[in-house]
């Protein structure tokens, strides 16, 4: 018997359908094992709250009707289509209609303040779990399973009271948790949690912002000190690449926390290092699973990992919609301090820096920045430090390029990757316009012509046999 | 530095021209490397989120109006005030024809450049001449920089002089010549003797005078330049309404003549003194620094210190006025540089 924390994402709650299962699993597991469940909003309700919380400030109150009546239909439908129980599906239904009515009560009030402030985006933001987690519980409960549905808040989670991006108070939130959810578990009833969402202190609605639902998850696992974290998601786990570039692309089986962080970088797909925090402290296992193909073991993430200990290089990914940005000025060369002032005037302009690349000469420094902010950051790099006497003399860009990184903990201390790297892009006849790895040995990182990006994938992934086990 | 250029006349076209002449100076010697991203006019845009290239401007130029009728580039009709709504830039640069009734559409192409965050260079004398206590409160409120040293004596740094080169004097009181057109009209009666309908039908086929005249010799010209001498350099808050005006069109030949019995001639004088802010054909000494003839304009700041100073430069032109834009520019650029580095 173990204890497990089972997140299911938006596409795992997408519809009545998947609802059911979800539920079926759950209670498969729940046989064996002592479970709960966090879940996220239904796919694309997050969203949808967000457009309508930020066009409530000066749209009308018959958007609102418009919008609360779609939504309305959505839950609705699901319900009647997860839940089999007519008294059950009342039940649910009921709560819905009424936190509806308050989401309905909420956009009048921004509608009529006509602003929109970071608290009441967050409360806002949470009907979207708050909507999705009773129609779970009913599901469960529909298949004569005991449950019992929280909110985040009401499950213990505090946080600090930064809205948007709120950190738990975790030995606060851990003693409220296991108060709550332990004895629940100790009987075999399963909690199910609004993933997502918290309060702070004062019981205000706050998000954990980026990570999300996983984070939810993640501080749960550890407050309930559980053998693993299980995230159910769309995909089978970490690919070594994207199966779209590379179709033979393979599923990872197990990754070391510092690995999966550095895999943030395949985005919505992997697990954002925030997430991560909460478990890798307490090494607690994390386990990435395909909800339409739970046959599969997944990606487990661990500590240290085991299997296949010698493979240096263990996935390749390209981040598109990025540009490259390049400063020169002889009188940079020896001058301390004249990095900061580039980085200085980059930071005030709110521009965040993907990557770094500066030769010892220290004449010029490339960086690579998102495309949407080059324009931003040319004009204010050269309004503040290209005057005749200022440390840049010119600043040029190339915007169409991708960063290509191909990452593992093994390349530490691994003779001849970076060369065999970059004579496998050499061989393709590819030009390297930067590279930068850091000491830290998990990552190289190196840009590429966007057109020539998915060739290099390709390459690489079959450089290293990372399609082979 | 990405700029917008709202307004596609004279003015507009000498900025282009302007800006793209002599570019690799600029940047080294200024770190000023202008981008003219989005040019709006009334029939639509040209937009290139990177930076119009000296070639497509000579293209656009060349073509003329329609402006959105570029292949490449052109966005047949996009308002203004949307372009400068949804196009990243750091500076508009307003340029579109003076209206002295409501300041339209200048002063909200203007206003909506600040409340996008959007620095402002404007050779407009209508919206300065109706709100400038207004603008220039809004643009500090927004953070951003207000310029707009093209709006009087046009190429020649009547502004900046009063308030850069006199700093730390006191100006006690300002009279000028602030209008080419009256000036040619009024030259043309006393040395050649000729009415002013005449004088006034010459200048007009010359160009240097309207079909519709009255902007310049009923005085409404000089007048808006005397509410921004005022505001600007001796911080009186004052607007258009609160000049007293009075135009050419009673001046007739005998009183030039009179006056050229007491080695005179009259000009048509903007002035502040004191509480009073003036536009009114006056009578001075031939031999006032003042008096220039022609189209040029002339002004004198009377100063505590540093006794008169007086300035004489053209006062119109596209590529004249266009250098003022191209020394804000300069200026919001400079200023800019030290906001970041701090």
Redesign the interface.
């Known amino acids: 018997m173990k204890k497990i924390v089972m997140k299911f994402g938006g596409t795992s709650v997408g519809t009545g359908e998947n609802i059911r299962h979800v539920a079926d699993l759950v209670t498969k597991y729940a046989k064996d094992n002592k479970v709960a469940v966090v879940v996220s909003a239904l796919a694309g309700v997050t969203n949808s709250l967000i457009e309508t919380g930020c066009q409530a400030k000066k749209s009308d109150e018959k958007h609102i009707q418009t919008f609360t009546a779609e939504l309305r239909k959505k839950h609705t439908d699901a319900i009647s289509t997860a839940i089999t129980s007519k008294a059950i599906q009342k039940e649910v239904a009921q709560i819905t209609e009424n936190t509806i009515a308050e989401l309905e009560k909420v956009l009048t009030g921004i509608c009529y303040v006509g602003e929109i402030t970071p608290k009441s985006k967050d409360y806002v933001m949470s009907f979207g779990e708050r909507l999705s987690a009773p129609i779970v519980w009913g599901a469960i409960k529909d298949h004569k399973a005991e449950s019992q549905c929280f909110t985040g808040k009401d499950a213990g989670i505090v946080t600090n009271s930064n809205f948007g991006e709120a950190d738990p108070l975790m030995n606060f939130t851990a003693h409220l948790i296991r108060e709550r959810l332990s004895p629940l578990l100790e009987k075999n009833i399963i909690p199910v949690v609004t993933g997502f969402i918290a309060a702070d202190q004062d019981g205000v609605v706050t998000t954990v912002g980026r990570g999300g639902s996983d984070y939810t998850a993640t501080i749960l696992g550890v407050a309930l000190q559980v053998d693993e974290v299980w995230i159910w998601t769309d995909v089978d786990g970490i690919m070594t690449t994207d199966p779209k570039i590379v179709p033979s692309a393979r599923m990872l089986p197990q990754l070391s926390y510092q690995e999966a962080a550095e895999m943030a970088i395949f985005g919505a797909k992997a697990m954002h290092p925030r997430a991560l925090g909460p478990v890798s402290k307490e090494n607690i296992p994390v386990r990435i699973r395909n909800t339409a193909h739970p046959e599969n073991p997944g990606t487990l993430i661990t500590k240290e990992p085991i299997a296949n200990a010698k493979e240096a290089v263990k996935a390749v990914a390209m981040i598109k919609d990025v540009a490259m940005l390049n400063v020169y000025g002889a009188a940079m060369v020896g001058a301390p301090g004249s990095y900061a002032k580039v980085f200085d005037v980059l930071g005030k302009n709110s521009i965040n820096v993907m990557m770094i690349s500066a030769a010892a000469s220290e004449a010029n420094i490339s960086m690579v920045i998102k495309r949407g902010l080059l324009g931003r950051a040319v004009s204010n790099l050269e309004i503040a430090l290209q005057e005749r006497g200022g440390i840049v003399s010119e600043v040029t860009t190339e915007d169409d390029v991708a960063v290509i990184a191909v990452m593992g903990a093994n390349m530490k201390g691994t003779l001849g990757v970076a060369s065999k790297i970059f004579s496998t892009v050499a061989k393709k006849g590819i030009n390297i316009r930067m590279i930068a790895q850091g000491s830290s040995e998990l990552n190289i990182s190196f840009v590429v012509k966007e057109k020539d990006g998915a060739a290099v994938v390709r390459a690489i992934h079959e450089e290293f046999n990372l399609d082979k086990n | 530095?990405?700029i917008i250029l709202v307004g596609y006349g004279v003015v507009g076209k000498g900025v282009t021209t302007i800006l793209a002449r002599r570019a690799m100076e600029k940047?080294?010697?200024?770190?000023?490397?202008p981008?003219i991203?989005a040019i709006a006019d009334v029939d639509g845009a040209v937009i290139n989120?990177?930076g119009l290239s000296p070639e497509k401007l000579e293209e656009i130029k060349k073509r003329g109006y329609p402006i959105s009728a570029d292949p490449d580039f052109g966005k047949k009709g996009i308002s203004a005030l949307e372009v400068i709504k949804t196009v990243?830039a750091?500076i508009v640069v307003e340029v579109t024809p003076v209206n002295i009734k409501n300041g339209e559409p200048a002063i909200s192409h203007i206003t909506e450049a600040f409340k996008t965050g959007k620095h402002v260079v404007t050779t407009n004398k209508g919206p300065l001449a109706l709100a400038m206590p207004a603008l220039t409160e809004l643009a500090e409120y927004n953070n951003v920089y207000l310029r707009f040293s093209g709006t009087v004596g046009g190429g020649t740094p009547m502004l900046e002089f009063a308030k850069r080169c006199l700093a730390g004097d006191r100006i006690l009181a300002i009279r000028g010549i602030l209008n080419g057109t009256t000036n040619y009209i009024l030259t043309e009666m006393s040395q050649n003797h000729v009415t002013f309908q005449d004088a006034l039908a010459n200048a007009q086929k010359l160009g240097y005078a309207e079909k519709e005249p009255s902007m310049d010799i009923d005085g409404f010209d000089t007048a808006c330049k005397v509410v921004i001498l005022a505001n600007w350099i001796m911080n009186k808050k004052i607007t258009l309404k609160d000049v007293d005006r009075t135009g050419i069109r009673e001046v007739t030949l005998q009183q030039l003549q009179d006056a050229a019995k007491r080695n005179s001639t009259i000009k048509l004088i903007g002035s502040i003194e004191g509480d009073k802010a003036m536009v009114k054909p006056t009578e001075i000494p031939l031999t006032n620094p003042l008096c220039v003839s022609g189209v040029l304009n002339a002004i004198t700041f009377s100063t505590e210190y540093a006794a008169e100073q007086t300035l004489i430069g053209r006062g119109a032109g596209g590529i004249e006025t266009a250098s003022a834009v191209l020394r804000d520019l300069l200026d919001i650029?400079?200023k800019?540089?030290t906001k970041?580095?701090t």
């Open positions: 530095m990405r940047v080294s010697d200024y770190g000023f490397n981008k991203v989120p990177r990243e750091e650029r400079r800019l540089a970041l580095l």
